[in-house]
């Protein structure tokens, strides 16, 4: 199995920074994209940033200059790098991976979450 495990989200005023961590682990053959969600209560999950294996970023055009993806595969790890917080980009905020996982005889491919973690950016 793997699991995708959140970390770096609290509580931040208006117009600080946070980083957020997510480290994968379990029966990891390879790591395609990783990436980054976000739900703020009463709304839908939402894309915040991807990274693709090599490292090609896609950002949520409201979030470009403010918020920077990064990943260390040697560790299994993605970043999000927030600045500038705003209130609005309160909401519990998820990794997602897409993973290809070693079993006894073959090698599958699939999608994980983390249980997430919460960003609270006070006015």
């Known amino acids: 199995q793997v699991q995708l495990v959140e970390s770096g989200g609290g509580l931040v005023q208006a117009g600080g920074s946070l980083r957020l961590s997510c480290a994968a682990s379990?029966?990891?053959?390879?790591?395609?994209?990783m990436g980054w969600y976000r739900q703020a209560p009463g709304k839908q999950r939402e894309l915040v940033a991807t990274?693709?294996?090599?490292?090609?970023?896609v950002y949520a055009d409201s979030l470009k200059g403010r918020f920077t993806t990064s990943r260390d595969d040697a560790k299994n790890m993605v970043y999000l790098q927030m600045n500038s917080l705003k209130f609005e980009d309160t909401a519990v905020y998820y990794c997602?991976?897409?993973?290809?996982?070693?079993?006894?005889?073959?090698?599958?491919?699939?999608?994980?979450w983390g249980q997430g973690t919460q960003v609270t950016v006070s006015s």
């Open positions: 997602n991976a897409d993973v290809v996982r070693l079993t006894t005889d073959t090698l599958r491919r699939s999608a994980h």
């Open positions: 379990g029966s990891i053959f390879r790591i395609n994209a």
């Open positions: 990274i693709s294996s090599g490292g090609s970023t």
